[in-house]
């Protein structure tokens, strides 16, 4: 069995950080800090619930001030550097989680801190209290950033303000009105760093989902400026696509499939037991005279709790099929558990989707 992520919090890194610290806090008294982390409920917590009570651990060993306790760290990260520590190390996340915790009182401080931080250790989570609780402040703080000579600062521009970002509170009013996140966007759509660019794509893919005309508009808009923009705006299209909007689709080049046909469906592993693997085969047909750009997916109708089923969508592929042309496919689908989702031993289903057109579905046992 995998390592469990929240073991990264381990004797190791702290045998290597508590040095870094001590450098800049002289008296810090080592072992009460390792004491103070390794509680009686420290087992039991989860991997965020440990960089909480790392960030509150660090606070009782800190000074009162907090501008003070801001220099300190700013001066921690490039002690941690020349000790080995490599920037973006998800470890580090308790420093801006410090900043998220103490410093909404601070904005300009801790927007300063911020901009640094993040260089170091992606800031997007300590961003979102700060818009909410100043968002016009904060969202011309991003717009600012969107041109940074940094391309993390970039990246947090765009990653800091996504309405949807996962593990990480929602943004009522920018679900509900994106259009201050747009010329944000707009100024990150042809960075330098592809690493940027994802970020503009994850976050117009977070605007879909509330707001669908709104991204094909202006999918219409930057398409065909170069190719990295039209690869930008492809992965932002990807749960509409799943979804098989049509407009898309078309935009995209994926025709009618009206001469596509889906032969010989049939579920090779009709019970599957849980850790194992769902397999299935079909035979694609292309009648016509002429190739066909096919986004060829399948869909998995998972079990709920309640015992109704709910259809997660799995890409194959994209790519022309010959005219006339008949192409066998297997392919399998792992039922491992996994902490995103619970599963539920029953009846479950699976089907064939031809650019957005779901053609037969089967049925298959997944046991306990």
């Known amino acids: 069995m995998p390592e469990l992520l929240k073991n990264i919090y381990n004797d190791a890194f702290f045998g290597r950080f508590l040095p870094c610290l001590k450098e800049v806090v002289p008296l810090l008294d080592t072992q009460a800090f390792l004491q103070d982390i ?45 000790k080995g520590f490599k920037a973006d190390n998800l470890e580090f996340f308790f420093l801006p989680d410090f900043l998220e915790v103490f410093g909404q009182d601070h904005h300009t401080l801790s927007m300063d801190a911020i901009e640094r931080i993040t260089q170091f250790v992606s800031c997007e989570f300590a961003m979102r209290p700060f818009i909410i609780k100043y968002p016009g402040m904060a969202m011309e703080q991003m717009g600012s950033w969107s041109r940074h000579e940094h391309y993390a600062v970039r990246r947090l ?36 760093s592809a690493y940027v660019r994802r970020s503009v794509a994850n976050n117009l893919n ?20 170069s190719p990295e923009t ?5 992965h932002a299209c990807r749960t509409l696509l799943k979804e098989g909007n049509s407009e898309l689709m078309q935009l995209f080049g ?11 469906f049939k579920v090779l592993t009709p019970e599957v037991h849980i850790g194992d693997s769902l397999e299935f085969q079909f035979e694609l047909k292309n009648i016509a005279p002429s190739k066909a ?76």
């Not at 989860?46 to 509150?56: D, N, S, V, W």
């Not at 907090?66 to 020349?82: A, F, M, Q, S």
């Not at 989902?209 to 398409?223: M, N, Q, S």
């Not at 039209?230 to 492809?234: E, F, N, P, Q, R």
């Open 157 to 192: 521009s765009s990653e800091g303000c996504r309405p949807r970002l996962p593990w990480a509170m929602a943004l009522p009013v920018l679900k509900k009105d994106p259009a201050p996140i747009l010329p944000i966007l707009e100024n990150l759509k042809n960075d330098s």
């Open 293 to 368: 750009k096919i986004r060829l997916e399948y869909g998995i109708y998972y079990q709920k709790a309640n015992g109704s089923l709910s259809r997660k969508v799995f890409k194959i592929s994209e790519k022309e099929y010959p005219e006339k042309s008949s192409t066998t496919i297997t392919r399998k689908q792992p039922f491992a558990i996994i902490t995103t989702r619970k599963l539920h031993a029953g009846e479950h289903r699976v089907s064939i989707i031809a650019n957005g057109t779901e053609f037969e579905t089967l049925r298959f046992q997944l046991k306990a």
């Open 230 to 234: 039209d690869k930008l705006i492809k």
């Open 38 to 82: 390794y509680d009686q409920d420290w087992e039991a917590r989860e991997l965020k619930q440990r960089m909480r009570h790392i960030t509150l651990v660090l606070k009782n060993h800190l000074s009162g001030d907090y501008k003070t306790n801001v220099d300190t760290l700013l001066r921690l990260i490039p002690i941690c550097l020349e």
């Open 254 to 264: 994926f025709g009618p499939i009206d001469t596509i046909k889906i032969m010989n």
């Open 206 to 225: 977070d605007i879909s989902k509330d707001h669908p005309k709104l991204v094909i508009d202006l999918v219409k808009k930057w398409k065909g400026k």
